[in-house]
């Protein structure tokens, strides 16, 4: 296999490598085979222009166009011609694919479904650094600089997951640019030519004899020993690195397996998909119900609870799921004598209204519904497992209607230390004006109820905010500064803020995300519109659990346990599932014909409803996070540079203070050798100097320098009482400098970057290889022959 083949192959297996990280943002994760057959293709092409030989820039014109054919094939080829050959429509329609995935990644958790917008980009993104890593790296010959695009394929997986793509994911990418390295090496090595190692250098294979014809000996295999010992280093360091977790990969809207079967779940941006449905131009229906509940001003319907804030976003935990129970538990912290009423409600949702999340009034004690339903315990959320929604879905809720009065609520127990430890964190980014500011808000409150209804009134009354959706709806520390310095934002804003300042205050809190309880009909029925989607602050209080507040103005409605009176009210009894026509929504929407696919994604032809996992817009990964990246990196591109290092260390040892005549005379024979002048052990001294200063080209004073060298070496070598020769460093330092002076710049760069003296690095290698390998090879046979010997022993003397 020639050297360029190689490097073909490595630039690809590289890739694919890296790619690997970004394997659990979507599922099912089919597109990576589209991605490395189109590469494959790719690279092939390129192999082939080469052997031409072609241009390098005619090189990559021919695969760029191959890459375009290969993509418009796999997504447009219904718009190109002749299946192949794309035109005009072929491109717009791959914007208008490439419009709809990146809405598809902002509108979807981890992991998100495999749309056609998504796949093409990922396809088309993978195969676009697979097109700079060949040409850096085979077409240029440039193997270090193509470490950049793939440190950019695996940078952009773990920042969207916020750091969550794992060490092995690292491994995976760091071990594919090691191979690329070892390849390019060990290419480069084998041009050096032969090593004359002296004569008959006792059996090693490779052993040059000057004029006996024998086999060469070949550096290459040096670039293999050198990447093993770097590849060793890069396998230790992933696990010497803290974990990374969270963010939008990390688990935002994935729900692990619990007891019972796993499933897949895939949700919606909240924060994206709030805003975009609170800005709709139109209401339209989502779901629409029927209580036995007197009031419905307090019935908010939950979707999912987001409780981690790492600083740069909000997200759901990752928690076992299981088989919904035919009674869900009693909710944690709810005390008996609280007083609750049980509500039974019959909802129907739209035909246009998907969503892997069940809206339910919170507490939910029972939920009867067909389908493939999974229970999340600590969250009381019913999920959708493999591609169950809520399209169309007809099902029964039995909830609490928990009325718990203030004196309940300001005489509350402090919270179970696990609960408080969980719900308190607060990252260390957080800026200290926000703690500040909760301290001045609830300044003259004597306990945690008190310090909630200041915060809550503070944001829906007294505080001067405004509600206005077409703020920008970030979720990390900074944005929550600057909403609290501007004082305008939506219901995001507002329940992120209060829950983060409520933690920063030792307050257990998390942020639901769900639906307001809608608009009553005359029918009796309660319609709930994608205007009415909303999220709020829960804080979590002992005997009453967890409790909701509402502090964004001019939505919702204030509890009644934060009011100064709190009305009573009971339930009728139980209400009936009701199939019929009062109880389906009365204007369900339907997908125009002329719906486009952008439209779908946008959720102009259905509507969908936030859910899990949020992540910032704006204040990006954590500075350890980056700090961790940008120090695996510098130790990733600084791997091309220890053949240099080496080098250096080796010349300082030898021109130390007590540098001897032969290690001084060692090192003007690798000096020559670094600039072509291949050593040959079998001559004398003083040959020797002639030939390094007939093929090095050496005049004057260099020239003399290696012939003083060589007299002072023979000296030691021959001479009954040598005498001290001073300077002998000096004496090195004029041949070096006589050899960069005589050399091509090309010759000087890789005499520096690249010294063929490393190959010596294989020689020390192989040599304590070879004696690790005797000694264990005599202590495993003295080791089986002491075992043999005992064995027969005990043999004979129990016959």
Request: hydrophobic letters at 40%; proline letters at 7%.
């Amino acid at each position: 296999m020639s050297g360029r083949t190689r490097l073909t192959l490595a630039s690809w297996g590289a890739t694919l490598m890296a790619a690997g990280a970004l394997l659990p943002l979507v599922k099912p994760a089919t597109w990576i085979f589209s991605a490395a057959f189109v590469l494959a293709l790719v690279s092939g092409v390129g192999m082939l222009a080469r052997r031409v030989p072609l241009a390098r820039p005619l090189t990559l014109l021919a695969q760029t166009v191959t890459a375009l054919l290969a993509l418009t094939v796999l997504f447009a080829r219904e718009q190109a011609l002749l299946w192949l050959v794309p035109g005009p429509s072929v491109f717009v329609h791959a914007a208008e694919l490439f419009r709809a995935g990146a809405e598809d990644v902002g509108r979807y958790a981890i992991p998100a479904p495999d749309t056609e917008g998504i796949r093409l980009m990922l396809v088309g993104g993978v195969v676009a650094i697979g097109l700079l890593v060949d040409g850096l790296a085979v077409t240029f010959r440039k193997a270090a600089p193509a470490g950049l695009p793939l440190l950019a394929l695996y940078s952009v997986a773990a920042g969207l997951s916020g750091g969550g793509a794992g060490w092995l994911w690292f491994l995976l990418a760091a071990s594919g640019y090691l191979l690329l390295l070892l390849a390019e090496g060990r290419d480069r090595l084998s041009q050096w030519g032969r090593v004359f190692g002296g004569a008959q250098r006792s059996g090693r294979p490779g052993s040059a004899v000057a004029a006996g014809g024998g086999t060469a000996f070949a550096p290459a295999r040096t670039g293999r020993r050198i990447g093993a010992v770097a590849m060793g280093v890069a396998l230790v360091v992933p696990f010497a690195l803290p974990g990374f977790s969270g963010g939008v990969f990390g688990g935002g809207g994935e729900g692990g397996g619990g007891a019972g079967k796993g499933g897949t779940i895939s949700a919606v941006n909240p924060l994206v998909s709030l805003q975009n449905n609170l800005r709709q131009p139109e209401d339209r229906e989502v779901l629409r119900y029927r209580t036995n509940a007197r009031d419905t001003s307090g019935m908010y319907l939950r979707l999912v609870a987001l409780d981690q804030f790492d600083g740069t976003s909000w997200k759901s935990s990752v928690r076992p799921i299981e088989d919904v129970p035919p009674r869900l538990p009693w909710p944690d912290g709810l005390s008996q004598s609280v007083r609750t009423t049980e509500v039974t409600s019959n909802f129907v949702a739209s035909d246009a209204y998907e969503q892997k999340w069940l809206p339910m009034p919170y507490p939910a004690g029972r939920v009867d519904i067909g389908g493939r339903w999974r229970y999340e315990p600590a969250g009381r959320m019913l999920v959708g497992d493999d591609k169950q929604t809520t399209r169309g879905a007809r099902y029964q809720v039995a909830s609490l209607d928990v009325q718990p009065t203030a004196e309940q609520l300001a005489g509350a127990l402090p919270a179970p230390e696990k609960l408080r430890r969980e719900y308190t964190k607060v990252p260390a980014s957080l800026p200290a004006d926000v703690r500040a500011t909760a301290l001045t808000v609830t300044k003259g409150a004597r306990n945690d109820y008190e310090k909630a209804v200041k915060l809550q009134d503070w944001f829906a009354r007294d505080g001067g905010f405004r509600y206005d959706v077409d703020v920008e709806s970030g979720t990390g520390v900074q944005a929550i500064s600057r909403f609290l310095k501007d004082k305008e934002g939506f219901c995001v804003h507002f329940s992120f803020s209060m829950a983060a300042m409520a933690r920063s205050l030792g307050i257990p809190a998390r942020v639901a995300v769900g639906f307001m309880p809608g608009t009553t009909q005359t029918d009796g029925s309660v319609s709930v519109g994608i205007r009415d989607a909303h999220a709020w602050p829960e804080l979590y209080f002992e005997g009453a659990g967890w409790t909701r507040f509402e502090p964004t103005p001019s939505r919702g409605s204030t509890p009644s346990y934060t009011r100064e009176t709190t009305p009573s009210g009971t339930a009728t009894g139980p209400a009936q599932p009701q199939p019929s026509a009062s109880a389906q929504p009365s204007a369900v929407p339907t997908a125009p014909e002329s719906c486009t696919l952008q439209m779908k994604k946008l959720g102009d032809c259905g509507p969908d409803a936030a859910t899990a996992g949020a992540s910032s817009d704006d204040s990006g990964p954590d500075l350890r996070t980056v700090l961790l990246l940008s120090l695996a990196a510098v130790l990733l591109l600084s791997l091309p540079f220890l053949p240099l290092l080496w080098r250096r260390r080796v010349r300082a040892r030898r021109l130390g203070p007590d540098g001897a005549a032969l290690s001084v005379w060692q090192e003007i024979n690798d000096t020559a050798w670094d600039y072509g002048v291949e050593p040959d052990d079998s001559l004398t001294p003083r040959k020797s100097a002639a030939r390094i200063v007939r093929l090095g080209e050496l005049r004057g004073e260099p020239a003399d320098a290696v012939h003083r060298v060589a007299r002072a070496v023979e000296e030691v070598l021959y001479a009954p009482r040598p005498r001290p020769v001073a300077d002998l460093a000096s004496e090195a330092a004029r041949v070096r400098a006589g050899f960069h002076a005589a050399a091509a710049p090309r010759a000087r760069l890789r005499a520096r970057l690249a010294p063929r003296s490393a190959a010596r690095l294989r020689w020390a290698a192989s040599a304590r290889w070879s004696s690790a390998t005797t000694r264990w090879s005599t202590l495993r046979h003295t080791a089986t022959t002491r075992t043999t010997t005992l064995f027969r022993r005990s043999s004979h003397e129990t016959n």
